[in-house]
């Protein structure tokens, strides 16, 4: 069967945008069902094909006939049409109860689809299951295999398999590989192992799988090595495989997940240890109760271009910017040296509450000039932050930045559809995987779909981009798919963030909209949201600027649009951002505590300090402290410096880090922004490590432990005559007071214990 899809031509029109967040205004592309059977599908692959891309190939997890199969979906008009069907029924080829699971799918350089399915007996007692590999070299229209990568249904149970093909046109250009989890015995019960396969012969045969993840330990006991492999081929044909691993600390054994990898410089053939790249969240849950997973979606830039060589990961995460809601953005990392080194982590959903939404189920892909393209879920368009939607988001400079984000369904979905429909009259519970074959599933029956499944998919070739994901606008859960060319979207807002104190000449940046060779941007900065009173009006090649004159002090607006260079196309402007200019320094802070040498007996020591009045358009002052065991602080080499964001009222900072016994010399730098600071005066402290280990009293510190003359006459030097400071200050404080300072009344306490009765001496405190 055959369907048409509205016409591409409406596809890029402008749209006014109501919306409160950072969402693209240009309109979302058409929509519409991929599927013949519009009822329970989900976890969807595809891809353009390279070498003709009228030809685009889709699959995912299909319950049409009552049990899990794989469902195809084929276009050859560049996705204008589609036709849908089912793989070839392996299920006699195995066993009579097999059933198919987990779609993927690649091409190669040549336009050859590849795809891979899950085979497992789903009444098995011990897991047995199978990967197979069906390869089609006529564009999806039909396929050669499966050929089993795995022993037939062995004891053992496979899952979540991921798959790349070489298409540098190097060494080992051709190559199909595959990583996987591989768990053991019933209802895969044992710790698993990350797996790899690969083949050399274009699909004919399978060499022997290698552990690339091995079953970590700590403190004796064995772990699961992780899930969610996935596979990437640097443009030098090394093999990179990634998943979110699990790492144990020893000897504690606490653990935690992390994005774990392993590379291989002979084409598959053997692999490094595995090593750990950035910790992540590992499992989490959606609003309705979807699984979400940090699962690394990957790809390699092999384009030939600036950028070729640059590796990244796109992931679901929960970072100390999500608490405390505790909701997951889209987090991005790159490796520009083949994955020795990776960036520090951004987020590419641009939403303003993305501490109370949730982002998740990343894919990624890098098209062939070097542009990355991520598709993932997000519940901005839902004021309860319940229902998702497919939105996009592009990186034109290697993942230095990403775009405004470009919204892809036009109706969001809702969990509850996901699960289940409501009967027209009771039914009984039933689980698609106990029905025999040939069985229809009853349409109004409980799903146990596994809700949304746990991956989508976007593909690539040049300008031209298609998408496929899960959607529940017919009430349940069916594959959408979306095509559309590569757009250019106002720029994104990236620094200063809207509110900002900044200096005279304050650096604006944002993100790069379009082509690196074929982009400018008009920058506008104004003293009104209406920018009628413009200060200055900028076109520029790169993606930062300065103000041509330093600014006075007070609010400034600013905002950007993209042109191309050689006129042809514009974007609207961005949205709006405001900075404020502060030009005068905030007042000196005045140092309390710690001051004058003082001894400072407690485990971290806490620094206090004030201000004269403040103000009003000073009220964002920040605080720089710095301790230092050399008294020209801040430039001796010993010198170290913690932040104090808190603003003027925050004048209470206990240091966080251990400190070695000493003296110690201290100062704070207030500034509204970097280079408009004032400066205090330097104080010191002497820190010493607490002890009370002796009773108190025992000044100094003898083997026997006992208070005596010896502890009078040790103190009377240290207070008149210059002699050692006590072996522990605390125990010298005989009185107990408050201070904690040793003085003239701990002499007199100790003289009224040992020789006039007086109270023993106070515990430490």
């Known amino acids: 069967m055959s369907r048409v899809c509205p016409c591409l031509a409406c596809i890029l029109l402008l749209a006014l945008s109501t919306s409160t967040h950072a969402t693209s205004s240009l309109s979302p592309p058409s929509n519409y069902p991929l599927t013949t059977y519009l009822e329970l599908n989900n976890e969807e692959q595809g891809w ?4 003709d891309s009228n030809y685009i190939v889709a699959n995912w997890r299909d319950f049409r006939l009552g049990y899990r199969q794989i469902g195809v979906g084929r276009s050859t008009d560049g996705g204008q049409t589609w036709d849908d069907y089912l793989i070839p029924d392996t299920q006699q080829f195995y066993y009579p109860n097999a059933r198919q ?74 190559n199909f590989y595959m990583a996987w989890a591989r768990f053991r015995g019933a209802s895969a019960s044992e710790p698993n192992r990350i797996m790899f396969v690969r083949s050399i012969d274009g699909g004919l045969s399978f060499e022997d799988t290698l552990v690339v993840g091995p079953r970590p330990t700590c403190g004796g006991i064995t772990l699961d090595a992780g899930q969610f492999a996935n596979v990437m081929v640097h443009s030098s044909g090394d093999v990179h495989v990634f998943w ?38 590992g499992w989490m849950t959606a609003d309705g109760g979807i699984a979400i997973y940090s699962q690394p ?39 520009t040296d083949n994955g020795v080194t990776w960036s520090n982590r951004i987020t590419i959903n641009d939403d303003k509450d993305s501490d109370l939404i949730d982002n998740f189920h990343p894919w990624l892909q890098v098209n062939q000039e070097g542009v990355i393209a991520v598709l993932f879920y997000d519940q901005r368009f839902d004021p309860l932050h319940y229902r998702f939607d497919a939105l996009a988001a592009y990186s034109f400079d290697g993942g230095e930045t990403f775009t405004t984000n470009h919204r892809i369904s036009n109706v969001s979905s809702s969990p509850d559809f996901l699960k289940s429909l409501e009967p027209e009259q009771p039914l009984p519970w039933l689980d698609p995987d106990t029905l025999p074959p040939g069985v229809l599933y009853p349409q109004t029956a409980d799903t146990r779909a596994g809700l949304l499944g746990e991956y989508i998919a976007i593909t690539a070739y040049y ?76 076109v520029i090649d790169t993606n930062f600027t300065q103000p041509t ?26 949205e709006t951002g405001m900075f404020q200019v502060v030009t005068t320094a905030p007042p000196v802070a005045h140092l309390l505590s ?17 201000y004269d009045t403040i103000p009003d358009t000073l009220l ?37 880090d251990s400190l070695e016994e000493g003296v110690y010399y201290w100062k704070v730098v207030s500034y509204v922004y970097e280079g408009i600071e004032s400066e205090s005066a330097i104080d010191s402290f002497q820190y010493l490590i607490p002890c009370c280990i002796n009773p108190t009293g025992n000044v100094n510190g003898d083997v026997l432990q006992t208070v005596d003359l010896s502890d009078l006459i040790y103190l009377v030097n240290y207070l008149f005559n210059g002699g050692p400071i006590p072996e522990c200050i605390e125990e010298a404080n005989i009185n107990g007071d408050i201070e904690e300072n040793v003085d003239l009344s701990d002499l007199i306490a100790l003289v009224n214990y040992l020789f006039l009765g007086g109270a023993a001496p106070a515990d430490c405190l």
């Open 48 to 51: 353009i094909c390279p070498t």
């Open 101 to 174: 699971s987990d779609p993927t799918m690649t091409v190669d350089r040549f336009g050859n689809f590849w795809m891979t399915a899950l085979d497992y007996d789903a009444f098995s007692s011990n897991g047995n299951s199978t990967i197979s590999l069906y390869v089609s070299s006529d564009k999806g229209a039909t396929w050669n295999g499966p050929v089993p990568a795995t022993t037939p249904f062995g004891s053992v149970f496979e899952d979540k398999q991921f798959t790349a093909v070489d298409r540098t046109g190097g060494l080992y250009d051709g």
């Open 244 to 281: 979110a691993g699990i790492t144990g600390n020893e000897p504690a054994c606490t653990w935690h997940y992390t994005l774990t990898h392993a590379v291989s410089t002979d084409g598959g053939a053997s692999f490094s240890p595995p090593d750990t790249i950035i910790p992540v969240t």
């Open 297 to 335: 979606a990957c790809d390699a830039d092999i384009s030939g271009g600036p950028f070729d060589g640059n590796m990244y990961i796109a992931y679901c995460d929960i970072g100390p910017e999500d608490q405390p809601a505790g909701n997951a953005d889209i987090d991005f990392i790159r490796s």
């Open 463 to 538: 300008d031209k981009l298609c998408a496929f994901w899960t959607d529940s606008r017919a009430g349940n859960s069916d594959v959408y798919t979306a095509n559309w060319y590569l757009p250019m979207l106002e720029p994104r807002l990236m620094a200063p963030a809207d509110g900002d104190v900044v200096g005279s000449l304050p650096t604006v940046r944002w993100a790069t909209s379009w082509k690196h060779d074929q982009d400018r941007y008009r920058v506008e900065i104004a003293t009104d949201d209406q920018f009628a009173s413009l200060v200055e009006s900028i």
């Open 549 to 574: 004159a330093a600014l006075s002090a007070g609010d400034y607006y600013w905002r950007v649009k993209c042109l191309r260079t050689d006129n042809s196309d514009s974007s609207a402007y961005s």
């Open 594 to 610: 710690p001051i004058g040498g003082e001894i400072i007996p407690i485990p971290l020591p806490t620094f206090q300090w004030s």
């Open 620 to 656: 964002g002052v920040s605080e720089r402290i710095y301790l230092s065991t050399d008294p020209l602080v801040p430039d001796g080499p010993s010198t170290v410096v913690h932040y104090n964001d808190g603003g003027p009222g925050a004048d209470l900072f206990v240091w966080p």
